[in-house]
């Protein structure tokens, strides 16, 4: 019963929304608005295909799912196109990041068409849509211009996800349960993916620590995501609370809270680490020293605790943690040399859908897959690896310089945001396939396309 009631649920959730964002692009020619689809839906993703799958057993409803996101960003590219007086007097500026994205993503075409790796030409072509999406996400951004208003509702759909998801980790939290519990997640990962379920609560191994305490995932795909994607949340709240009134600052100050909360339920050590970084990194880049202070506070008083008051079990699993006598961190290093030795062995790599955590990639190639750098120079070698961190690179520095110049606070608020969370998923980048988080990442990859978009006018920054 509660699974018929999920499926009606989210089913009155994703038609409305798809309407709404398709009406919005093809018949009031705002082609940009797949950016609200993409907000609103991303973070129910898994949760949403798990719920299908448990109600009707049926894949075929839960492809129509997966590639309706995938479809709308390709018409958002095509209305673009058609909704152009003439396309071909439309001035394209390319910046350096534009280069850079462009042979990143035509460098990974080359390992689709060229007979490289032991997968098979369709798992490759899968595997290439899926970095081909987040490449059309920024192109969408480069091509946007949203007034203060549009901006501003974008920034609410971040503010309520985060918000709403420390909502449910609280729920979570009280009922001592996984929300995935009553989706259906390990149904649809055995059924669709045919991974066993794992763990002592029958999900998998990333919903426990070390010590098989809970970590909870709210309605993201795992743990590790809803990480992830609160760094979008903290961020968006810190810069808004920085540029608005304090007798206004209320929700923003909330949004943070939230954002900070759901990092602890989560348990992550990678994002919780990155958060402290992102914090470091953003108060002396912006000369926010209170900010510093703040976060130097923060790290100080979590060192205390876990000294003098955590339980054995998390003070064990901290410490194993740094010494890399946990499992899981032995883990990662093992991943690591893996793709290491195969980059030594094949420099121009071993070809697509053979490292990561994919669908498309079975555990029988894979090599490697727990550091999203390694991955692409396991599959398209030092060249690949390069060009996607040189794109990094160039998207925070990017970023960054938009943030200084422009005088237009909501393009300052996206560059601030796009900047920070780039920064900060640097270190989930080492540990995790971390581009599979799309919330986070077709967010950041439009805001960075957005900033470098608005950008083009270079002016003092009043923020």
């Not at 970590?215 to 949340?233: I, K, Q, T, V, Y």
């Given at each position: 019963m509660l699974a018929y009631l999920l499926l009606i649920v989210f089913l009155l959730f994703f038609t409305t929304l798809v309407h709404v964002t398709a009406k919005s692009m093809i018949f009031e020619g705002r082609w940009q608005y797949v950016i609200f689809f993409i907000a609103a839906f991303l973070p129910f993703y898994i949760s949403s295909l798990s719920i299908i799958y448990q109600a009707t057993g049926q894949r075929e409803l839960v492809a129509v799912v997966q590639v309706t996101k995938d479809l709308l960003v390709i018409l958002g590219v095509i209305l673009f196109v058609i909704y152009q007086k003439s396309i071909f007097d439309y001035p394209f500026r390319l910046a350096v990041t534009d280069i850079v994205f462009l042979m990143f993503l035509a460098w990974a075409f080359f390992y689709v068409i060229l007979p490289i790796g032991e997968a098979s030409f369709g798992d490759k072509a899968v595997y290439y849509k899926n970095m081909?999406?987040?490449?059309?996400?920024?192109?969408?951004?480069?091509?946007?211009?949203?007034?203060?208003?549009?901006?501003?509702?974008?920034?609410?759909?971040?503010?309520?996800?985060?918000?709403?998801?420390?909502?449910?980790?609280?729920?979570?939290?009280?009922?001592?349960?996984?929300?995935?519990?009553?989706?259906?997640?390990?149904?649809?990962?055995?059924?669709?993916?045919?991974?066993?379920?794992?763990?002592?609560?029958?999900?998998?191994?990333?919903?426990?620590?070390?010590?098989?305490?809970?970590?909870?995932?709210?309605?993201?795909?795992?743990?590790?995501?809803?990480?992830?994607?609160?760094?979008?949340?903290?961020?968006?709240?810190?810069?808004?609370?920085?540029?608005?009134?304090?007798?206004?600052?209320?929700?923003?100050?909330?949004?943070?809270?939230?954002?900070?909360?759901?990092?602890?339920?989560s348990s992550s050590r990678a994002a919780f680490a990155a958060f402290f970084i992102m914090l470091f990194f953003l108060a002396i880049v912006f000369r926010l020293y209170r900010l510093l202070f703040v976060g130097f506070l923060l790290f100080l008083s979590f060192v205390v605790f876990i000294v003098f008051f955590a339980s054995d079990g998390l003070y064990y699993f901290v410490v194993d943690t740094l010494t890399f006598e946990n499992a899981s961190s032995a883990g990662h290093v093992v991943e690591w040399l893996m793709s290491v030795n195969s980059m030594l062995a094949n420099p121009m790599g071993i070809g697509l859908s053979m490292s990561g955590n994919l669908g498309t990639v079975t555990d029988e190639v894979r090599i490697g897959g727990e550091n999203q750098f390694l991955i692409f120079g396991v599959q398209l070698g030092f060249i690949g690896m390069i060009l996607y961190i040189l794109l990094w690179g160039l998207?925070?520095?990017?970023?960054?310089?938009?943030?200084?110049?422009?005088?237009?606070?909501?393009?300052?608020?996206?560059?601030?945001?796009?900047?920070?969370?780039?920064?900060?998923?640097?270190?989930?980048?080492?540990?995790?396939?971390?581009?599979?988080?799309?919330?986070?990442?077709?967010?950041?990859?439009?805001?960075?396309?957005?900033?470098?978009?608005?950008?083009?006018?270079?002016?003092?920054?009043?923020v």
């Open positions: 081909l999406i987040p490449g059309l996400v920024y192109f969408i951004g480069r091509n946007t211009a949203f007034d203060d208003f549009e901006v501003k509702r974008l920034f609410k759909v971040i503010f309520f996800i985060a918000i709403a998801a420390f909502g449910f980790n609280i729920l979570e939290g009280l009922l001592d349960t996984h929300l995935q519990s009553f989706t259906g997640y390990a149904f649809f990962n055995h059924g669709i993916y045919d991974i066993e379920p794992a763990g002592n609560y029958g999900l998998s191994w990333t919903f426990e620590t070390q010590a098989t305490t809970k970590r909870f995932g709210s309605f993201f795909s795992d743990p590790l995501e809803l990480a992830s994607s609160m760094l979008l949340g903290f961020s968006a709240g810190l810069i808004w609370f920085l540029t608005s009134e304090k007798e206004r600052s209320l929700p923003y100050i909330l949004v943070m809270i939230c954002s900070v909360g759901s990092l602890f339920y998207a925070i520095s990017g970023s960054l310089r938009i943030f200084r110049k422009t005088d237009n606070i909501m393009t300052a608020r996206i560059a601030f945001t796009a900047a920070s969370v780039k920064v900060g998923m640097l270190l989930p980048l080492f540990t995790a396939n971390a581009e599979l988080y799309i919330y986070v990442s077709w967010i950041s990859w439009w805001m960075v396309g957005y900033a470098i978009n608005q950008g083009a006018k270079p002016k003092i920054a009043h």
